[in-house]
């Protein structure tokens, strides 16, 4: 074995630990890679490098950042009043592609869980009730997953943030724009009910 | 939008263009790279910057290599005068995971298509028929595969080896080891039928 195959060996081993790519999958991408390295493999290998170079968490709310602070906490229009707490910078990401949340972040890195010992310190819950008390923000919005975990945490944080005073809220259940009830799962029909509104 | 969210929205945007990947699930990876920027991220940049550097085609068969001969073709433990005919790199890594075939590869890097202008020259089909009579090779084993185009192929490959002399040879088909009937399609049930042998 030449050290071209141990270096291309090695890269496949590291691509197949990505989420979504197993090993079978990151053979293709190498050498989909390796036959496009002019166009496509140069910029990425430099693309990869740059971000992990700059790439780090916020110290305010968890989201990416290149500085000490994301570009949502460190943006005047956004309103400080509202926090909007999520599981993943993945949810922040759909948030915001919503364009309707015009407030600012609390980022969980996870939910909680005895299994895997992520208590409510790991997920920065304290730093989120100091955060609320310190701002005095007005509302908390908890746009957690609809799981069990996501539930679980999002009760354990509603009850620590009960001495701060501020209105703690979370997104409505019901049925998805574009959704056809025939598709719909029970538990989404029955909280669709329960929650119907004047027409 | 900051210089690092651009170059994080960059990094997705080359991630996607992957096989396999997606812009969903390219984003799932970025943000998993970025979280393991330390032991993952800056670890496959350098990987597939070396290689991205070092890769290139083996001149005789096609094959990745980082000199001008790929280290089959450069090794002279391997059998000169048999080549196997495959249709991509991926088919010459899974033929090598088999351990069975001592000999050499040509590479197509691809099958006839004439809706793709994919004709016998790009895939180097002349030059295969001049490599098997300057090296005076015994065997051509034609590894398609046993896809329409694959076969389509195989036959005009066989043709052209034609004045050669070769023996041209292809793979067997039948029951896969480990198969079991009843999840096999007609067509391989019926082609080891058809070969079946003394028990």
Redesign the interface.
């Known amino acids: 074995?030449?050290?071209?195959?141990r270096?291309?060996e090695?890269?496949i081993e590291?691509?197949a630990?990505?989420?979504?790519?197993g090993p079978r999958?990151a053979?293709?991408?190498?050498?989909?890679?390796?036959k496009k390295?002019g166009q496509?493999?140069?910029?990425?290998?430099?693309?990869?490098?740059?971000?992990?170079?700059?790439?780090r968490e916020c110290a305010v709310c968890g989201n990416?950042?290149?500085?000490d602070l994301c570009?949502i906490c460190a943006d005047d229009r956004r309103n400080t009043g509202e926090i909007c707490v999520v599981e993943?910078?993945?949810d922040l990401?759909a948030m915001e592609r919503g364009q309707a949340y015009k407030g600012r972040y609390h980022v969980l890195g996870g939910t909680l869980s005895a299994l895997d010992a992520v208590g409510p310190e790991e997920l920065g819950i304290p730093r989120l009730v100091r955060r609320v008390t310190e701002e005095a923000a007005r509302e908390v919005i908890l746009a957690l997953n609809a799981t069990v975990d996501g539930q679980t945490t999002a009760h354990y944080i509603a009850e620590a943030l009960d001495p701060t005073g501020a209105a703690v809220t979370t997104l409505a259940r019901g049925v998805p724009v574009g959704g056809e009830l025939d598709y719909l799962d029970d538990g989404t029909i029955q909280a669709a009910l329960r929650a119907r509104k004047a027409f």
Chains 1, 2 share one sequence.
């Open positions: 074995m030449t050290d071209a195959t270096d291309i090695a890269l590291l691509m630990r990505l989420p979504g790519l999958s053979r293709r991408a190498v050498l989909h890679l390796i390295r496509v493999m140069a910029p990425l290998a430099q693309a990869m490098a740059r971000v992990a170079e700059t790439a990416i950042a290149t500085a570009e993943d910078v993945a990401w």
